[in-house]
């Protein structure tokens, strides 16, 4: 297998807004674009191929949407592991994560299971028994554990994607009772924002990086752009005070993203119709050239 860091590129762009309460954010790869995304990472040292996933319907409703995204999502992730590349997603609302990591899974199943580092200010592990808002892009994290609408959580086949000792969320600050209640009953680690005040990110950050890489074949990051203080970066659909700093999570992914086990990365929520002077957008492009060799 190649290693992580040696992988050519293949940017995968995810228009879809209807897993999300503000649909406006499948604009954010077209502006991510236009913003220089792709130039900047032709720009990392490593060979680079992209695509665009069709939007869904507009005919569909919601949740037949966000499937029908996330299932060709699964298989192209999948397509793009199995060929030898580092998939780089870009969405879109969050619920793109569930085809996104059951692609990626699905690639690694005969070496072994998938760790993933989810950066959010949400767990995004509600069910439809749980959820206040019925919004799918606050269930990725539950459906890739196998638990919610079969539609998603069927993605990877009947087993989930991702088993509970292989996930760590980090950065969470805002959140509901029966999602925190999952996770705990599977005993997944989340890194709520006051552990992070207290015991500084690059520690969290290793810490982290030891449980998506223990017993795993590869690990990937996915980032909600709303783990970032909404102060700093205004740009997404679902913003919570308290968050990071762009120069202080950049210092703390940089090794993370140029390990030689990494299968893959995800940023999601840009909404440019919610950014300053392209504030977020320079941020998703600061994380994504991380990448360089």
């Known amino acids: 297998m190649i290693a992580g860091n040696e992988r050519s590129l293949h ?16 604009e954010g790869p077209a502006a991510l674009i236009a913003a220089g995304f792709l130039d900047r990472l032709a720009h990392t040292g ?9 939007r869904p319907s507009s005919e569909l409703g919601r949740l037949d949407a966000v499937a029908e995204v996330c299932a060709g999502l699964a298989q192209k992730t ?15 609302d969050h619920a793109i994560a569930v085809g996104t990591w059951s692609g990626v899974a699905r690639a690694l199943d005969d070496r072994g299971g998938l760790g993933l580092l989810w950066l959010d200010a949400h767990m995004d592990a509600h ?14 994290v ?9 539609a998603l959580t069927r993605l990877h086949g009947l087993r989930p994607a991702l088993l509970p000792q292989h996930l760590c969320l980090v950065g969470i600050r805002s959140f509901e009772p029966g999602e925190a209640a999952l996770l705990a009953r599977l005993r997944v680690r989340v890194v709520h924002i ?3 005040r207290r015991r500084g990110l690059g520690a969290v950050v290793a810490d982290a990086l030891n449980i998506v890489g223990s017993g795993t074949a590869g690990f990937g990051v ?49 909404n440019p119709y919610r950014d300053a002077d392209n504030a977020t957008a320079q941020a998703a492009i600061a994380l994504a050239q991380l990448l360089a060799t």
Do not use: K
């Not at 490593?46 to 069709?54: F, G, K, Q, V």
């Not at 740009?235 to 086990?261: K, M, Q, T, W």
């Open 11 to 26: 940017v995968i762009a995810v228009p879809s807004g209807a897993g999300a309460q503000d649909p406006r954010c499948e």
């Open 222 to 270: 996915s980032i909600d752009l709303d783990v970032f203080d909404p102060l700093e970066e205004p740009g997404v659909g679902s913003a919570a005070p308290d968050g990071l700093f762009r120069r202080d999570l950049c210092e703390a992914l940089a090794p993370v993203l140029r390990h030689p086990n990494l299968v893959g990365l995800e940023i999601a929520e840009y």
């Open 46 to 54: 490593r060979p680079l191929s992209w695509e665009a996933i069709p």
């Open 127 to 140: 069910t439809p028994d749980t959820t206040p808002s019925g919004a799918l892009h606050g269930m990725p």
């Open 194 to 196: 006051d552990e992070v």
């Open 78 to 92: 999948y397509e793009a592991a199995v060929a030898g590349h580092l998939p780089v997603i870009v969405g879109g």
């Open 142 to 150: 539950a459906a890739l554990l196998g638990h919610g609408f079969p």
